[in-house]
C-alpha cells in the first residue's frame, strides 16, 4: 500500500489543522494507521492510532483531548484532526500503516507516506 500524506502548513497556537492519509495500491481497511511526527534534532515519536475498522484508537499523551484520529474507509483516507495546536506540535507529521494488532511503535509499521510540515508560531 502506498501512503500520501497531506493537510499540513502553519498555523498561530490555538489553530487547527486537519491531515489527511490518501491509500493507494490496496484497500486500507486492512491496514491499521499510525501518525508520527519528528522535530528537528529529535526522534519520531507516536501521536495517533486507529484500528482498522475504525472501533479503537490510541493517543499519545500530548495528543489526547487535541487531537482526534478517524477513518473513511469508503475513500480509503485516515484524517488528524488537531485542535488548540501548540508551538510544541512543529514538526513533521508521517502517516504509517500496519496488519494486525493496532500499535504505537515506530518499528512496527511497515509502510510509511511522505511527510507533511507542520509548524505553529506566532
Known amino acids: 500500500v502506498q501512503l500520501q500524506a497531506s493537510g499540513g502548513g502553519s498555523v498561530q497556537p490555538g489553530g487547527s489543522l486537519r491531515l489527511s492519509c490518501a491509500a493507494s495500491?490496496?484497500?486500507?481497511?486492512?491496514?491499521?494507521v499510525g501518525w508520527f511526527r519528528q522535530a528537528p534534532g529529535k526522534e519520531r515519536e507516536f501521536v495517533a492510532s486507529?484500528?482498522?475498522?475504525?472501533?479503537?484508537?490510541f493517543y499519545a499523551d500530548s495528543a489526547k483531548g487535541r487531537f482526534t484520529v478517524f477513518r473513511d474507509n469508503a475513500k480509503n483516507t485516515v484524517h488528524l484532526q488537531m485542535n488548540n495546536l501548540k508551538p510544541e506540535d512543529t514538526a513533521v507529521y508521517y502517516c504509517?500503516?500496519?496488519?494486525?494488532?493496532?500499535?504505537?511503535?515506530?518499528?512496527?509499521?511497515?509502510?510509511w507516506g511522505q511527510g507533511t510540515q507542520v509548524t505553529v508560531s506566532s
Open positions: 495500491g490496496r484497500p486500507l481497511n486492512r491496514y491499521n
Open positions: 486507529i484500528s482498522w475498522s475504525g472501533s479503537n484508537t
Open positions: 504509517a500503516a500496519r496488519p494486525g494488532l493496532l500499535t504505537t511503535t515506530t518499528s512496527s509499521y511497515d509502510y
